[in-house]
């Protein structure tokens, strides 16, 4: 029984997801900038966990390279931070795109908050979840060119147990599980590939360094 309604629910949710029309996106000012570079700062986390920044932020290099662009060394930006008496994501953000420019002279920044990290028991079954937004700024100018956000869950992979019992056993080795090995780390690297990656709808444009550079179908 359990197994049909779910597959009722997974019907309904694509037949949702099927019908809704992403909304049009203005990337008039994105392709005006056309940025090469992004300066990345550690993300501001709501969450917790104290891993949460870290872990965003050791992610998203990665998309963004794939993305065409050219990202500062998150190694060589946290140093430099540290050297100018800033060690905190708060601290970081309060820092003027007049001055990020000055001290990098990146292009843009991105701007990310991790609003939900971590693994959470709800009554028979164990999930975790990050969730973050994130914003692209031209440091040359201010303006904000895009912003985006995802969510991504353990529950995306898992597989369902039938029985009221073991339903509780798997969640309750699986939350134990999780915070031991912090399945957050790999849940937050699908969240920021779902956010950072380009040429998908509402997500950022292609960048010179990739070869559908002007290409974007979005």
Aim: aromatic residues 6%; contains cysteine; neutral net charge.
């Amino acid at each position: 029984m359990n197994r049909l309604l779910v597959f009722i629910s997974l019907v309904f949710t694509l037949a949702l997801t099927g019908c809704a029309k992403p909304i049009p996106r203005d990337y008039t000012g994105f392709k005006q900038s056309k940025p090469r570079s992004i300066l990345v700062l550690p993300p501001v986390s709501q969450s917790l966990d104290v891993n949460a920044s870290h872990s965003m932020l050791s992610q998203m290099t990665l998309p963004l390279a794939e993305a065409g662009y050219y990202v500062l060394p998150v190694a060589v930006v946290e140093e430099t931070f540290k050297q100018h008496g800033m060690t905190t994501p708060q601290d970081i953000r309060a820092v003027s795109v007049a001055k990020l420019h000055q001290i990098f002279g990146a292009d843009t920044v991105l701007y990310v908050d991790v609003t939900d990290y971590g693994t959470k028991y709800i009554v028979v079954s164990s999930e975790t979840r990050v969730t973050a937004t994130a914003r692209l700024v031209d440091l040359r100018t201010g303006k904000q060119l895009w912003s985006g956000g995802a969510t991504a869950s353990s529950n995306e992979q898992d597989s369902n147990n039938s029985s009221l019992l073991g339903m509780l056993v798997s969640a309750a080795i699986n939350q134990v599980a999780n915070n031991l090995m912090d399945k957050g780390h790999d849940i937050a690297g699908m969240t920021s590939a779902r956010m950072l990656t380009a040429g998908v709808p509402g997500g950022i444009l292609y960048g010179p360094y990739s070869p559908s550079y002007g290409k974007d179908k979005i």
